[in-house]
């Protein structure tokens, strides 16, 4: 049964700290798209990339956050530095778009919950 | 710009009776259109979709939705609801053009009574 997976899934740090997050797309996957969710702001699409690169990180705070894919089997997500605003959960996804072009299916991974104190 | 409302923040429901949940969107052209269902401490899971042809889609979990273009809707109904489908649901909408990135709804929370 192939999944998204992330870690950690919850991260406890202070402000100021850096925070590097996870993701491991499902293999042969070649989509990753990188999503928050809090109570105010609903999901909120982050970055977005497409054959390891990044197509689409206007949703994404540049000053503080960057998004990467190192290799088609990670994605990383950092803040430096960290701020309490930035508490929320963070979502991976990924999908496949070699067949049709779209990615009409996305599998999310369980969710990175980053608290900053 | 595409935009999903969902206007229902939460729903409640006895198990066993009917659901329709709401989802409306703006798009200037024929969209696809999903909803996903996002249980306490899970990731999103795709319930079912519409690309094109049959504006009546048949998904997981016995729900299904029908895209009404002349409404703007797409809503997901489900004629007998059971106690394991309390969660949060999503509505998205893509561009049928494009790059393809969906925009989600803010959800609507349904709540089981037994």
């Known amino acids: 049964d192939a999944r998204v997976t992330q870690t950690p899934r919850h991260k406890v740090t202070e402000m100021g700290q850096e925070v590097t997050m996870r993701c491991q797309p499902i293999l042969g996957h070649n989509t990753v798209f990188w999503y928050r969710q809090t109570m105010m702001q609903g999901l909120e699409l982050l970055a977005y990339f497409r054959n390891r690169a990044p197509l689409d990180d206007s949703g994404m705070p540049k000053d503080r956050f960057s998004a990467e894919m190192p290799d088609a089997t990670l994605a990383t997500l950092k803040i430096q530095p960290s701020e309490p605003r930035d508490s929320a959960v963070y979502f991976c996804?990924?999908?496949?778009?070699?067949?049709?072009?779209?990615?009409?299916?996305?599998?999310f991974g369980p969710g990175t919950r980053l608290t900053v104190l | 710009a595409q935009s999903v409302t969902q206007p229902d923040i939460h729903i409640t429901v006895s198990e066993g009776a009917s659901l329709e949940l709401r989802c409306n969107y703006s798009y200037g052209a024929t969209p696809y259109l999903f909803w996903y269902v996002q249980s306490p401490g899970q990731g999103l899971q795709l319930l079912l979709k519409?690309?094109?042809?049959?504006?009546l889609v048949q998904g997981i979990k016995g729900f299904e939705a029908e895209f009404k273009r002349s409404q703007s809707s797409f809503n997901l109904r489900k004629p007998s609801v059971h106690w394991s489908d309390a969660a949060e649901y999503f509505c998205?909408?893509?561009?049928?053009?494009?790059?393809?990135?969906?925009?989600f709804g803010r959800g609507t929370s349904l709540i089981v009574h037994p």
């Open positions: 998205a909408v893509a561009s049928s053009g494009g790059s393809y990135i969906p925009t």
């Open positions: 996804a990924s999908g496949d778009d070699q067949q049709t072009g779209i990615s009409d299916t996305q599998y």
């Open positions: 519409y690309l094109s042809g049959d504006t």
